[in-house]
């Protein structure tokens, strides 16, 4: 079935970096553009970021832009979310999900909790 | 990127219906029909049940539904059940590969 699994999250201090990933199966991940969807706790949703299905299209949340690379590794059936210069506002479970023609999001993976503190 | 405008919450009885509204502008919902609406129950993932406006997903309940006026859209659940009760969000594509949420509602069924 289709799957997106996250991983990489964890604590990171302000100001420092870190690269979360999302691996996908159960389809072909290189016909499909991918997204990263945040939550910080207690919060809404909040999109991230957009990479196309050949990797010639990215973009960005103007609160990330600058900051956040998102990029994507086809034979790995990846797609990556480098956070660079991160803050404390940046806390939030990140989600990736499959972007379906129509400009949907579905599935969706369980989440990666990205915490910045101190 | 301003998020797009729905109500903090909304409730309702088993059995009744209620409507979820969802307010952009000509940037995001005026112009297409790429609205999508997204359940969330408390610690879970979110999961599709509408998408282009008024499309539902297989598997999805025919008790939900959705529709655009103008720069509003609106998702309506009949027949309320208990486990409808969860957060609901809706979202556009803007333009040029962004989207845009809306601040979700809290559904509570009483």
């Known amino acids: 079935q289709v799957q997106l699994v996250e991983s990489g999250g964890g604590v990171v201090q302000p100001g420092r970096a870190l690269t979360i990933s999302c691996t996908a199966s159960g389809f072909t991940f290189g016909s499909y553009g991918m997204q990263w969807v945040r939550q910080a706790p207690g919060k809404g949703l909040e999109w991230v970021a957009f990479?196309?299905?050949?990797?010639?299209?990215?973009a960005y949340a103007d609160s990330v832009k600058g900051r956040f690379t998102v990029s994507r590794h086809d034979s790995k059936n990846t797609v990556y979310l480098q956070m660079n210069g991160l803050r404390n506002e940046d806390t939030a479970v990140y989600f990736c999900?499959?972007?379906?023609?129509?400009?949907?999001?579905?599935?969706w993976g369980q989440g990666t909790l990205v915490t910045v503190s101190s | 990127q301003s998020a797009l405008t729905q109500p903090a919450s909304v409730s309702g009885s088993p059995g009744q219906s209620i409507t979820i509204s969802c307010t952009g502008s000509t940037r995001d919902i005026g112009s297409d029909n790429t609205v999508s609406w997204y359940q969330q129950h408390p610690g879970k993932v979110p999961r599709l049940i509408i998408y282009e406006v008024s499309e539902r997903p297989s598997g999805v309940s025919n008790r939900f539904s959705g529709s655009k006026s103008g720069n509003t859209a609106s998702l309506t659940i009949s027949g309320l059940q208990t486990e409808d009760e969860a957060d609901y969000y809706c979202?556009?594509?803007?333009?040029?590969?962004?989207?845009?949420f809306g601040g979700g509602t809290k559904l509570t069924v009483l």
């Open positions: 979202c556009s594509y803007v333009d040029i590969d962004t989207w845009v």
């Open positions: 999900a499959r972007v379906r023609t129509s400009y949907y999001f579905d599935p």
């Open positions: 990479i196309s299905y050949d990797g010639s299209e990215r």
